[in-house]
């Protein structure tokens, strides 16, 4: 089955859609400025939560997160990332229901690994 597998998933790297995608999640994962970013929208959600918990949350405490969260939304690097993602994750669905179709059965559930063993 290898002999298959290999040769598939060499095609699908060579992709112009999979490409992209992967040269997005690159330079989203190497961009300072969306690490710092992640980095403080994780803190103030953190904080967030636990005033929701405690009852202390307010508009003004979750107006400042919104205006991170647009601003971290607006990079480049985020756009062109959740483009790309969307477009290489809509390219696998459309090869799965492909083979779906010719095997007759859900191609990307049974090709994943099991959990039994």
């Known amino acids: 089955m290898n002999h298959i597998i ?11 859609v999979i490409i992209s995608f992967l040269k997005a999640k690159k ?5 300072d400025e969306v690490i710092r970013l992640a980095a403080e929208l994780r803190t103030k959600s953190q904080i967030l939560q636990k005033k929701q ?3 202390s949350l ?4 979750i107006i400042p ?12 690097e985020v756009k062109h990332y959740k483009t790309a993602s969307n477009k290489a994750s809509e390219f ?4 799965n229901e492909t083979i779906s179709t ?10 994943s690994a099991s959990s039994c063993c």
């Open 102 to 111: 010719e095997c007759g059965m859900n191609f990307a559930s049974n090709a």
């Open 92 to 95: 696998l669905r459309g090869i």
């Open 58 to 61: 307010t508009e003004a405490d």
């Open 6 to 16: 290999e040769p598939f998933a060499q095609a699908l790297e060579q992709h112009e």
């Open 27 to 31: 330079q989203f994962e190497s961009s």
């Open 53 to 55: 918990y405690d009852g």
């Open 65 to 76: 997160f919104k205006e991170l969260q647009n601003t971290y939304n607006q990079l480049l």
